[in-house]
């Protein structure tokens, strides 16, 4: 019997002052419970950028007891950026090797302090004595990238702003998206400045939010989990042979769809903390000729009625948010919901096949989960 | 402790070596540089390494200027950044004495020079080492 996503749970990122962690993960975990019967037997959560600006250690038995689960197996997992998706694999393998339902839960909190000591403490997604060593924060490596793009391919900076406008027009209809407003694409590149030449509307925003899912080995509920895979990446850009081909990427989608034994999914959330994430992602994965992404993104290529897979729905890191640690698991949940229908907003028709692609800073990891309708 | 941003006193001592001197690694397997220095040759993994100076003279293959900088840095802001390729390794690194950043563009030579990268707070250590300065005199127009 294949592992699946019995039920999912999710909070709307938003800046939730007056809620803590375990506030909001209380909430999810609630929201994806109310209607399954049995207690999981493990809990595994996930947070990142918190575990800096709000420092809790073994936050997963804390958390346990908020929930009233006392004398349950708990644990953290911890992967920056992509750490949702890697409780995911970590979850999904419990749950194979244990045959017991596992419950995962995302939280993170990015709105409770300035935006440069958020900044701060998400720079430590790069490496600590490399990328990370200088006062730089979080988007430098980003605005490499988005300089060597443009340089390369010739793109640009006007058709590169389709994506961020994408991606809001997608979170419009997305109840739990934190920007749930229209964003033109004329709009982008004259807001301020973020690491030229990427803009604040090139950047997810700083949100809290907090994301639930119950692993069920009996089957049944939203979608089957087809496979999870991961891989690690070079420690920075300046160790890549092309840093505009993402490795980790490639690898981890190779070893998801060989496993899955698919060619390819009808439904995708993929990372996209910065516009220029995005498309090299869409590129790695071979859903766009190298230096085209920008361009099939302008032509509605990845949007409904496109000819590509239904690409972020939920509107992206971009514009649903990106509460760091919880943000793999909002993209698990979500397109467990497309393949069931029950997604309350941008609708993928009758996808069979969904997939999530998460990575942390420059793709120093990163990890695929493959999901199918039941 | 001054926020979640910079190196500590002990540790920015402790690593100060090859920021000081610029010092990477060679691979005794595959022949690469690499910097800063890891324990396993990032190209090959293989950990059979000695150690190497990096060449202070590039090229910037690409930069950016940061706006959204962490707390400490607001006083320096925009601050640049670069990936600059020095033949045998490329290095990200802060670029500085950028008068004119109209000047800067892919392309242009550049060299290594020591700096102060941040400190702890007021009593602690400075953390010192290499950024680079596009060469003086060598860009366009000159």
């Not at chain 1, 909190?109 to 979080?138: C, E, I, N, Q, T």
């Not at chain 1, 080995?217 to 895979?229: F, H, M, R, T």
Request: aromatic share 6%.
């Amino acid at each position: 019997m294949p592992v699946s996503v019995k039920s999912v749970g999710l909070t709307r990122i938003d800046r939730h002052y007056n809620k803590g962690v375990y506030d909001l993960a209380v909430e999810a975990v609630d929201d994806a419970l109310k209607d399954s019967g049995a207690e999981p037997s493990y809990l595994v959560a996930s947070t990142s950028a918190s575990l800096l600006l709000e420092p809790q250690l073994d936050l997963a038995s804390y958390l346990a007891s908020h929930l009233g689960l006392r004398g349950s197996r708990a644990l953290a997992v911890e992967a920056g950026e992509a750490s949702g998706l890697a409780a995911i694999l970590a979850g999904y393998r419990l749950a194979i090797s244990t045959g017991e339902r596992v419950l995962v839960v995302g939280v993170d909190k990015l709105s409770d302090l300035p935006s440069a000591s958020v900044h701060a403490a998400l720079k430590h997604v790069f490496y600590r004595y490399g990328d990370a060593l200088y006062k730089v924060g979080h988007a430098a490596v980003a605005g490499l990238l988005a300089s060597l793009y443009m340089d390369r391919f010739g793109v640009d900076r006007e058709t590169m702003s389709y994506w961020p406008a994408m991606m809001h027009s997608h979170a419009k209809e997305n109840p739990y998206a934190m920007l749930r407003f229209a964003v033109k694409p004329e709009k982008v590149a004259t807001a301020m400045p973020v690491a030229s030449p990427l803009t604040l509307l090139d950047m997810f925003p700083l949100g809290d939010g907090a994301a639930a899912v119950l692993l069920d080995p009996q089957g049944g509920g939203l979608a089957e989990i087809a496979s999870v895979e991961s891989s690690t990446g070079p420690a920075s850009i300046a160790f890549s042979e092309d840093p505009l081909w993402l490795d980790a990427v490639e690898e981890s989608w190779r070893r998801a769809l060989s496993t899955a034994g698919v060619n390819g999914v009808e439904v995708l959330e993929i990372h996209d903390s910065y516009t220029i994430m995005g498309l090299l992602i869409l590129e790695t994965l071979r859903l766009a000729e190298r230096g085209k992404a920008a361009e099939l993104v302008a032509e509605g290529a990845f949007t409904v009625g496109g000819s590509g897979p239904l690409v972020n729905a939920s509107g992206g890191l971009k514009a649903r948010g990106h509460p760091v640690g919880a943000t793999g698991v909002y993209m698990a949940a979500e397109v467990a919901m497309q393949l069931a229908d029950v997604f309350p907003g941008v609708k993928a028709d009758d996808a069979k096949t969904g997939a999530a692609v998460s990575i942390n800073g420059h793709g120093s990891s990163a990890y695929t989960a493959i999901f199918r309708s039941t | 402790m001054s926020g979640v941003g910079g190196l500590r006193n002990v540790e920015a001592w402790r690593t100060r070596i090859p920021r000081y001197r610029f010092l990477g690694a060679r691979c005794k397997s595959c022949g690469k540089l690499h910097y800063p220095p890891l324990k396993a040759c990032p190209y090959c993994g293989s950990r059979d390494l000695e150690e190497a100076q990096l060449p202070r003279q590039g090229r910037l293959l690409a930069f950016t200027s940061v706006y959204s900088v962490e707390e400490g840095g607001r006083e320096e802001s925009p601050i640049f950044v670069g990936l600059i390729d020095l033949g045998v390794a490329r290095v990200v690194a802060e670029l500085t004495d950028v008068t004119d950043p109209s000047r800067l563009a892919a392309g242009i030579p550049v060299e290594a020079v020591f700096r102060r990268i941040s400190e702890e707070d007021d009593e602690g250590v400075i953390v010192y080492g290499v950024k680079f300065r596009p060469v003086p005199g060598a860009g366009e127009g000159d």
